[in-house]
């Protein structure tokens, strides 16, 4: 688990790096979009991580010092650097740059996740769909069979009378 945090730590200081290393020479926000992707991506790796250590399950070390004080201090300098990052990209593309970016991709967090909501629905319909079809087929399976017995039955007493 520790091992993955710093993954997340790995990728974040790694994409702060190269926006503060192109950032001065980028003509637009496209220039230096992949560092911005493994930025959130770094971020969403630490968060996940620390939720992961915080909910219930075994103990192991996560209740030690030196985790926790790892933990909230890594997450107080990926604030920090994040809020260097909003700056720069501000100071470069002009100000509310760095909004617009978080907000559209808020925005299609969202999207992404009430499509795949709706996607589970419509899948809960189909398969509502398919089983309401099979026990109908059920169903008219055993009327015929019934129908053929009683007509079956029929036959024989009316043969053997």
Do not use: C, P
């Amino acid at each position: 688990m520790i091992a993955e945090t710093l993954a997340g730590i790995s990728l974040f200081k790694a994409a702060v790096d190269g926006i503060k290393g192109t950032i001065g020479t980028a003509k637009d926000v496209g220039e230096i979009a992949g560092f911005l992707d493994k930025l959130f991506e770094g971020e969403s790796q630490v968060q996940q991580q620390r939720n992961k250590r915080s909910g219930v399950g075994g103990l192991g070390d996560q209740f030690g010092v030196t985790n926790v004080a790892r933990e909230v201090i890594d997450a107080k300098l990926a604030k920090e650097q994040m809020q260097e990052i909003a700056a720069m990209v501000d100071m470069r593309f002009g100000h509310g740059t760095w909004a617009s970016i978080v907000a559209e991709r808020a925005k299609r967090i969202q999207e992404a996740k009430q499509a795949e909501i709706e996607r589970r629905k419509q899948e809960a319909i189909k398969y509502a769909q398919m089983q309401e079809t099979i026990v109908h087929g059920i169903v008219a399976l055993l009327a015929a069979v019934a129908i053929a017995l009683g007509i079956a039955s029929m036959i024989y007493f009316a043969s053997g009378s």
